[in-house]
């Protein structure tokens, strides 16, 4: 069963826009949160994670995202996108069922247009 | 420099061969991370070691593949008689982790590709 859903495949954004990427997961307990970005060409980078605490989590490149319990929702966001920001990016879970391995979203494509 | 290192990055063979894949984890990380990754796809856990220990496998995992971590730090990831199926990118990644929840994120390498022809 897939416990992480991406549902935006491919998003097409020009320069300054604003950005939200959403991100579900199917799963009632405890949970550890990530996005992982992928640059053309490049390994899987750490963008921002969630642990505890303040459901507000700030990562690089002025990205952050929002833990939503309620909506199982773990939502990127940035106000105002960049060229450079053109890249895959992986929402992923750690599920507290004992298993400490990320179960990966499909992945958003986004494209920023100069 | 990732500090998580694979090789090959590349691996080009035939239906049938066998290859085998190198990972070279953070030297003081002791978890361990397989995963394959398919074109448009996010990556599919494989498989994973603490230390020494292969403590969980995929059913991805069929039985022409093996993965070891001799000594706790370097693994291979072997496949035998490859099929066209086989072909994607191998990543490996590795963490460190105190008990089983203790906080655990994970540092991926560059990938090996591997395409079976």
């Known amino acids: 069963a897939q416990s992480v859903s991406q549902h935006n495949h491919h998003v097409i954004l020009s320069e300054a826009a604003s950005l939200e990427l959403g991100c579900n997961y199917s799963?009632?307990?405890?949970?550890?949160l990530f996005w992982y970005v992928q640059y053309p060409g490049q390994h899987l980078q750490l963008l921002l994670k969630y642990f505890s605490g303040d459901p507000l989590v700030k990562g690089i490149k002025g990205f952050e995202a929002e833990f939503i319990k309620s909506k199982f929702s773990f939502n990127l966001r940035k106000p105002s996108v960049q060229w450079s920001d053109t890249a895959e990016y992986f929402c992923a879970v750690i599920l507290d069922t004992g298993r400490r391995a990320l179960t990966f979203g499909s992945g958003t494509r986004l494209q920023v247009q100069p | 420099d990732t500090g998580v290192s694979q090789d090959p990055r590349h691996k080009i063979t035939k239906r049938g061969q066998n290859v085998t894949f190198r990972c070279d984890p953070i030297s003081e990380h002791n978890r361990l991370y397989w995963y394959r990754q398919t074109l448009g796809q996010g990556p599919e856990f494989l498989t994973y070691f603490q230390n020494e220990a292969q403590l969980e496998k995929s059913r991805l995992l069929s039985d022409r593949f093996s993965a070891e971590r001799p000594k706790g730090s370097f693994s291979t990831l072997e496949i035998q008689r490859t099929e066209q199926g086989d072909s994607a990118m191998y990543l490996c990644?590795?963490?460190?982790?105190?008990?089983?929840?203790?906080?655990?994120?994970?540092?991926f390498g560059a990938g090996s590709r591997l395409t079976v022809l």
């Open positions: 799963y009632g307990g405890t949970v550890n």
């Open positions: 990644a590795s963490s460190f982790s105190r008990g089983k929840s203790g906080a655990n994120v994970l540092t």
